[in-house]
Every structure is written in structure tokens, then in C-alpha cells.
């Protein structure tokens, strides 16, 4: 079947019906349009991807791009990383366009995928500044957006969150409940710009205290429910007694939490845990983690609104739409009361 098949059954030219198909709706009526449509649905015409594009010169691929996650599993067992991939590829479909993902470990993967698929526009997530720069300078002209990527001076379309108050509000909560034996449990901030900012407030939060984490404080852990099994069990054998444990993700609060109590530490009565992301399993934790919240529903919209703006205009701009955050209160922190706030304060100092 082609279209001229079509076009002889609707009485309309070929290129009538290939404007319906190729969307070009400003050149038809729209009563032509809905008989074309309704003549295709008749004969259960689908039209090939692969024309269409060499027809209009646009491929209709959105190439999404993620750091290599060399944990087995992938992305897979990522939370974070599962809901935010699904909320993407939701609103690239509503905008009749598809998604291509690949883990890379390098720019110039990017670069040559992108001119392999043709695609009409990029979205990486947590890219580097030095990547960020390589990138501008060998894909000039095609729409890119980033997701929590930092890169200043470099012209951009970043959506990210507030990750440095983020982390202030994750010690505030803490602390303002009476805890001051906290331990921190995160990816090195050498390696990531966003844990960077996050233990940045972590720390300007509990020096307003006049506390600070010492070395033996921090657990440094990669984002994986296995990590966070693994930092539990050391958390429990430091012999540190911490009250709180302040995890820079849902994904490895979930680990921990697991861990402590099977370690015989219960959450929150023996220990309090906060996470970070607010991704849907956080809900369902035992108890309910309290978690730092990003609006990952709105972030993926507005990824989909610059890139399909520059799409559309065939112009690219500069943007940097920052999130606000908020804690989640729900059952996995205590309140200490005012003994053992007194006790802690003695023990510290």
C-alpha cells in the first residue's frame, strides 16, 4: 500500500495526504485532514519511519543520553534514574517524537551517535563542564538540554534543582530535631558537581551549629541499594553511635535503611535516616522515608519544553531553570526530646 492508494480512495492528491501524514496541517483544511485520517484508519495504513524522515528531513529521534552505570543492573536498579527516564520518554512521545537511550562514558560517543541516529534533539544527563564545552563545539545547531549539569560560562539549556539548598534543608531537619551524631553516606563531591553542592549545604547547615563532619564521619558510597547495604553494615560496626544518617539519595537511604535493621538498629527509634529525590519506592519504605523532594514530574516537562521549543523555532538559546526543593516529612526521623537533646550536646562537646 502507498499513498497514492490512499489519495485515490479519498479523491485528494498524494501530496494532500502526505501533508496529513507528515503533520503539515496549515496546508489542508481540517475537514480534508479528518477524511484522510479516517480513510488511513480504514485501511490500516502505517506509514514508514524511515521515509517519513528522509521525506522531512528529521528523523523524529530524541537521543537521550546517562552516565555508564557499570553496577549490574544499570539503570535498572536505579530508582532515580528508572522514574526519570519513564517521565522523559512520556513527554516525548506526547510530542510524536521517539527515544533512543545509551549509556556513555564519553563525549565523543555523544557526538557520534547523534550524527548516526540524525537526531533532531539531545538530553544528557550529568554531564561535566569540560564535556559540556566539547560537545557545544562539535554539535553546533542541534537542541540540547541538560539535566542537573554544571557548567559555568558555557551557553546552555540546563533544568536541575537547588541541590546546595537541598542539602542545607537535609541537615536543618536534622539538626533542628535534636540529632548532632550525624554521618554522611554519598558519592565523593571530588567526582560530582551535584554532590559537590549538596555537601556544601550539608556543611554550611551544621556550621551554623557550630558542628562539622569529621573524616570518620563520611561514608562515601556510589548511588546503588547494594552500596547502601554495605555502608550500613560499616555505619554499625564504627562504634560511632550517630543518630541520624543524612544519604544524599533515596536509593541508598533504602539500602541503609535495610541494612541497619537487620544489623538490629531500628529505624527511626535507634537511628533516624533522610533521604534524597522523593522517588516512588520511598513511599513504600519500612517505615516511609523522610526524604528531600525534587519535582521530577515538572523537571522532565520542562526538559521537553526547551527542547521542543528549539526544535520547532530551529534556534538554540541559553537557559538555566533551577528547581526548588522541600522536605517530605514522614516516619524514618526522630524527634529526640530535650534529655537526650542534653545528653547529645554533653557527649559532642
Known amino acids: 500500500m502507498n499513498l497514492k492508494t490512499i489519495a485515490d480512495k479519498a479523491g485528494v492528491s498524494t501530496a494532500t495526504v502526505s501533508n496529513v501524514i507528515n503533520g503539515n496541517n496549515h496546508k489542508v483544511s481540517e475537514k480534508t485532514r479528518q477524511h484522510v485520517l479516517q480513510i488511513i484508519k480504514e485501511l490500516n495504513y502505517s506509514p514508514s519511519a524511515t521515509a517519513r524522515s528522509l521525506a522531512s528531513n528529521e528523523s523524529r529521534i530524541i537521543a537521550l543520553f546517562i552516565p555508564n552505570m557499570l553496577l549490574e543492573g544499570g539503570f535498572g536498579v536505579d530508582p532515580y534514574a528508572s522514574q526519570m527516564i519513564s517521565l522523559l520518554e512520556q513527554v516525548i512521545r506526547q510530542e510524536g517524537y521517539y527515544l533512543m537511550m545509551r549509556c556513555?562514558?564519553?563525549?565523543?560517543?555523544?557526538?557520534?551517535?547523534?550524527?548516526?541516529?540524525?537526531?533532531?534533539?539531545?538530553?544528557?544527563?550529568?554531564?561535566?563542564?569540560?564535556?559540556v564545552r566539547k560537545i557545544n563545539s562539535q554539535l553546533t545547531g542541534v537542541p540540547v538540554v541538560y539535566i542537573d549539569t554544571y557548567a559555568p560560562g558555557q551557553?546552555?539549556?540546563?533544568?536541575?534543582?537547588?541541590?546546595?539548598?537541598?542539602?542545607?534543608?537535609?541537615?536543618?531537619y536534622l539538626l533542628e530535631r535534636g540529632h548532632r551524631r550525624i554521618a554522611y553516606v554519598g558519592p565523593d563531591e571530588k567526582h560530582s558537581d551535584v554532590i559537590r553542592e549538596r555537601f556544601r549545604g550539608l556543611r554550611d547547615a551544621m556550621n551554623q551549629y557550630g558542628l562539622?563532619?569529621?573524616?570518620?564521619?563520611?561514608?562515601?558510597?556510589?548511588?546503588?541499594?547494594?552500596?547502601?547495604?554495605?555502608?550500613?553494615?560499616?555505619?554499625?560496626?564504627?562504634?560511632r553511635s550517630y543518630t541520624a544518617v543524612a544519604a544524599m539519595s533515596d536509593t541508598l537511604a533504602l539500602g541503609l535503611s535495610s541494612s541497619l535493621q537487620t544489623n538490629g538498629l531500628m529505624v527511626p527509634d535507634d537511628i533516624s535516616l533522610i533521604g534524597f529525590d522523593n522517588v516512588k519506592t520511598s513511599l513504600y519504605a519500612s517505615p516511609p522515608l523522610t526524604t528531600v523532594a525534587q519535582n521530577l514530574v515538572l523537571k522532565a516537562s520542562?526538559?521537553?519544553?526547551h527542547l521542543f521549543?528549539?526544535?520547532?523555532?530551529?534556534?538554540?538559546?541559553?537557559?538555566?531553570?533551577i528547581l526548588d526543593v522541600e522536605?517530605?516529612?514522614?516516619?524514618?526521623?526522630r524527634c529526640l526530646s530535650e534529655t537526650n537533646m542534653e545528653k547529645e550536646q554533653q557527649n559532642h562537646a
Open 302 to 305: 520542562l526538559v521537553g519544553e
Open 212 to 239: 562539622k563532619f569529621a573524616p570518620e564521619d563520611i561514608f562515601l558510597a556510589d548511588t546503588s541499594i547494594d552500596a547502601g547495604v554495605e555502608v550500613g553494615n560499616k555505619i554499625f560496626n564504627s562504634g
Open 327 to 333: 522536605v517530605i516529612e514522614r516516619g524514618s526521623v
Open 104 to 131: 556513555v562514558d564519553r563525549h565523543t560517543e555523544i557526538t557520534q551517535l547523534t550524527r548516526t541516529w540524525n537526531a533532531d534533539g539531545i538530553i544528557l544527563i550529568g554531564a561535566y563542564a569540560e564535556e
Open 155 to 172: 551557553p546552555m539549556v540546563n533544568v536541575g534543582i537547588d541541590d546546595y539548598r537541598g542539602g542545607f534543608l537535609s541537615a536543618q
Open 309 to 321: 521549543r528549539m526544535i520547532r523555532t530551529k534556534q538554540c538559546y541559553s537557559a538555566n531553570a
